[in-house]
C-alpha cells in the first residue's frame, strides 16, 4: 500500500510503536478468546456444602484417573488407580516423563480429567471450585515462590496470623538466625522471586509458609531438588516431625530421602502405577522398577540420577 509505505518512510518510530501496540492487542484477544480458561474459582454448590475443615482425615483416592496436557496429545496419566490413606507418607518416583509432576497437576487441577476422579475424604475434587480446593491444601515446589513484598507478607500474604505465629514457624523452619540478622527482620523487604535471598533461604520460606497453613494434605514437588544437603536434611527433619498428622505426597528427586521415610512407594512408569508398596517390600522384591531404580542412582553416587 502506497500511504502505509510512505508512513513507513517517514515516521519509522511511530509505525513501530503502531506495530507494537497491534501485536498487544491481538495477544490479549488470543488470551480471551483462544486459550481455554480454567473451570469457576467458587463452585456455588450450596447444597452439597463443603464440611467444616475439610479435609479433616487426608484420604487421597485416584479412581481410574487419565489427563492429557491439550486435546490431541497422548495422555500422560493412564488409568491411574490410587487409594492414600489418612496421615500416610507416600513417595512418587519414576523416570523422566513418567507421569510423576502430573499426579500433582492433577490434585490441583491444573490439568482436569479426561476420564477417571480424584476424591479427597470422599469429596469428588471435579464439583468444587479452584478456589475451595486449592486454599484447603498445600504444595512445597521445586522452584520456591515468592513476591516482591515484606517477608511477613510471603509469610502470610492475607494477613490472618499474629506476630508471634509467624516467629514461631519462622522458628521450626530453620530461619530464626537468619531473620534475626535482618535490620527490619520480618519487614525485610524481598525482591521479586526472592532475588536478595539465597536458593535455601528461598526454599525455608515456602517451609514456613506451609507450616502457618498446616493443611492436612502437603506436596512436594520436588521440593529439596535445589537445595544442598544440609539443607535438605533440615527440611526432611521439619516436615517428619511437624507434619506427623498429615497426609504427605512427595515427589522424590533423592531417592535416598523417602527409602527411610515413604510408608509406601508409587512407581509411576509411562504414565501408569508400575508398583506400589512399601519401599522395604519393593526393594526386596526381585527385578522390581523401585529396587531398579535405587540400583542405578546408587551407582551414579549422588541418590538422585532417575528422577525429573
Known amino acids: 500500500m502506497p500511504i502505509l509505505r510512505k508512513i513507513k518512510n517517514s515516521q519509522p518510530l511511530q509505525v513501530s510503536e503502531l506495530e507494537t501496540n497491534i501485536v498487544s492487542v491481538e495477544r490479549v484477544g488470543e488470551y480471551l478468546s483462544d486459550v481455554e480458561q480454567e473451570a469457576d474459582w467458587d463452585s456455588g454448590d450450596s447444597e452439597t456444602p463443603l464440611p467444616d475443615g475439610w479435609p479433616t482425615e487426608g484420604k487421597v483416592h485416584f479412581e481410574g484417573y ?37 499426579l500433582t497437576l492433577a490434585l490441583f487441577r491444573i490439568v482436569e480429567p479426561a476420564s477417571g476422579k480424584i476424591t479427597i475424604d ?10 475451595q480446593l486449592r486454599q484447603r491444601l498445600t504444595i512445597i515446589p521445586q522452584d520456591p515462590v515468592l513476591f516482591s513484598g515484606t517477608l511477613r507478607f510471603n509469610l502470610d500474604p492475607f494477613g490472618k496470623h499474629n506476630d508471634s505465629e509467624l516467629w514461631h514457624v519462622v522458628e521450626m523452619a530453620h530461619l530464626r538466625a537468619f531473620v534475626d540478622s535482618l535490620p527490619e527482620r520480618l519487614s525485610h523487604h524481598i525482591s521479586e522471586s526472592g532475588g536478595n535471598i539465597s536458593v535455601g533461604q528461598r526454599q525455608l520460606v ?46 522424590a528427586h533423592r531417592l535416598t530421602s523417602i527409602v527411610d521415610y515413604a510408608d509406601r512407594v508409587v512407581v509411576m512408569d509411562e ?23 535405587v540400583e542405578e542412582s546408587m551407582a551414579k553416587g549422588n541418590g538422585n540420577g532417575v528422577s525429573e
Open 66 to 102: 487419565s489427563t492429557r496436557y491439550r486435546p490431541g496429545l497422548d495422555l500422560v496419566l493412564d488409568g491411574v488407580e490410587l487409594d492414600i490413606h489418612s496421615a500416610e507418607k507416600v513417595g512418587v518416583v519414576g523416570r523422566t516423563g513418567a507421569g510423576k509432576s502430573s
Open 122 to 131: 470422599g469429596v469428588d475434587v471435579a464439583r468444587l471450585g479452584l478456589h
Open 206 to 251: 515456602c517451609l514456613a509458609r506451609a507450616l502457618l497453613r498446616r493443611s492436612r494434605i502437603l506436596v512436594l514437588d520436588e521440593a529439596t531438588a535445589a537445595v544442598d544437603m544440609a539443607t535438605d536434611a533440615l527440611i526432611q527433619e521439619t516436615i517428619r516431625r511437624e507434619f506427623a498428622q498429615s497426609t504427605v505426597i512427595t515427589i
Open 271 to 293: 504414565g501408569r502405577v508400575g508398583e506400589f508398596d512399601s519401599p522395604q517390600k519393593l526393594l526386596a522384591l526381585n527385578g522390581s522398577l523401585f529396587a531398579s531404580l
